[in-house]
């Protein structure tokens, strides 16, 4: 059963749609991302739409819809139909970078406060890609939202002279995510031993977690501890971190499972 925050996101894909938009401007998490492309995949459009948060390797992104004129390309040339889609990009996500001053090391909550506090809504707010070495952060928002946080954002925490100014991307600039691997063996691919082996607890605990609704499969609660995992499922546990499943189908002689699991970093 799906919750009312999953209907809404289900009801403005489908109004973007009946609107002919291609974008309804909400940046979406990880997890919205997860079961808004289930959903649009079961209501027969798949390959018809993508996930874009200002380059290669944001998080936090919008759903573009693919123009009808461009769907003879979708299995062909992906890349042609971002190229072909570029004005639209440009057109609804932008970037500024807000430059501290240096006499204080600011950190990601000390932006997102600073923004939020302006009275910004969490969604017209993208990926925040703090620059330690340079005391400043490469914000993307909402196009519009840049002209105001341009405008508005003066200071970061106890920093009063930030400088915010629009910025523009070099060629093929991406964000990279760092992972940590982790490997070990599990009796079964069920999700309590999968939790205990990824955080390193006993079965037990592990049951607790699942039941308290603390550990996720795929940004979902799953109160059954028996749940299968498979390779390419996401495991969230509260306090621990994010971890994708890369393998857990190898035996080992003593006909254990091979588990193979990369963390977000």
Known sequence: MIDRDTELLFYRAEDALRRGVVTDGHFLNAGEQYHLSRYL???????KYFFFG???????????????YLHDFLESSPEYIRDAMADDLSLAVGAVKVKGSGYKKLSHRDFM?????????????????VLEEEASAIVFCGRRM???LVSELISVGADRGVVTEHFILPENYE????????????????????VA??????RDSAKVLIASGEAEKNYSENKKADSPVSEGDIITVRGHGKYIIRNISDKTKKNRIRLVADKYV
């Open 41 to 47: 995949d079961r209501c027969g459009y798949g390959g």
């Open 54 to 68: 200002g380059c290669p390797g944001t998080e936090r992104n919008m759903l573009f819809f693919v123009h009808e």
């Open 113 to 129: 406060g600073s923004i939020l506090g302006l009275g910004v809504e969490r969604f017209v707010i993208g990926d925040i890609v």
């Open 146 to 148: 840049a002209d105001f």
């Open 175 to 194: 964000i990279k995510r760092s992972f940590r691997t982790v490997t070990d063996t599990v009796a079964s691919e069920r999700l309590d031993c999968v």
């Open 197 to 202: 082996a990824l955080i390193n607890c006993s």
